[in-house]
T-cell receptor, first 117, second 110 residues
Framework: GAGVSQSPSNKVTEKGKDVELRCDPI?????LYWYRQSLGQGLEFLIY????????KSGLPSDRFSAERTGGSVSTLTIQRTQQEDSAVYLC???????????????FGAGSRLTVL | SQQGEEDPQALSIQEGENATMNCSYK?????LQWYRQNSGRGLVHLIL?????REKHSGRLRVTLDTSKKSSSLLITASRAADTASYFC??????????FGAGTRLTVKP
């Protein structure tokens, strides 16, 4: 597609429910990133996919969080048993390069705003 | 975890003035980038500077990088009300993961 697409744009859920957030990166982009941004805060790194390599999961805050990337394209971030502190905007970004090939510029989606009641 | 730390956290200036934002980081980097965010949604890339560069210009933007001090600055000259946004630095390493700082909220008053 022309840009990074994220869905849903807004999600309200009850504490304890599972949620899935989807990211469609730009076609051909090999790298995909997930970040979390709480209100008025910076971006917290969650996970990074690079081509067919094992993802860098070092930013996932707990085992309730998981992500997968299907066929090197679409990615889904899953949060199980949601808690109120999971409320945030979840941002996805993709870039055309992976591995040590110089600098990569990220293109961001508009984000998915998650509210856990 | 975050890599960069922006300074100041918030900056308010008059239209026409220059705005300077600083970023410090902790580990070795391959490149440093600045992004802009409006309305708490997606970020937009502004400018990239590689670790072997010291200064870069793009329109009204000037970025400097001092790898010995692990710091960078972003200067916006002749600011406009439309420049009001949050600005983030992001550091890239050799394995291309990108870590962002907490950001500087810039307000340009007309």
């Amino acid at each position: 597609g022309a840009g990074v697409s994220q869905s849903p744009s807004n999600k309200v859920t009850e504490k304890g429910k599972d949620v899935e957030l989807r990211c469609d990166p730009i076609s051909g982009h090999t790298a995909l990133y997930w970040y979390r941004q709480s209100l008025g805060q910076g971006l917290e790194f969650l996970i990074y996919f690079q081509g067919n390599s094992a993802p860098d999961k070092s930013g996932l805050p707990s085992d309730r969080f998981s992500a997968e990337r299907t066929g090197g394209s679409v990615s889904t971030l899953t949060i199980q048993r949601t808690q109120q502190e999971d409320s945030a905007v979840y941002l996805c970004a993709s870039s055309p390069r992976g591995g040590y090939s110089g600098a990569n510029v990220l293109t961001f989606g508009a984000g998915s705003r998650l509210t856990v009641l | 975890s975050q890599q960069g730390e922006e300074d100041p956290q918030a900056l308010s200036i008059q239209e026409g003035e220059n705005a300077t934002m600083n970023c410090s980081y902790k580990t070795s980097i391959n490149n440093l980038q600045w992004y802009r965010q409006n309305s708490g949604r997606g970020l937009v890339h502004l400018i990239l500077i590689r670790s072997n560069e010291r200064e870069k210009h793009s329109g009204r933007l000037r970025v400097t990088l001092d790898t010995s001090k692990k710091s960078s600055s972003l200067l916006i000259t002749a600011s406009r009300a439309a420049d009001t946004a949050s600005y983030f630095c992001a550091t890239g390493t050799n394995n291309n993961d990108m870590r962002f700082g907490a950001g500087t909220r810039l307000t340009v008053k007309p």
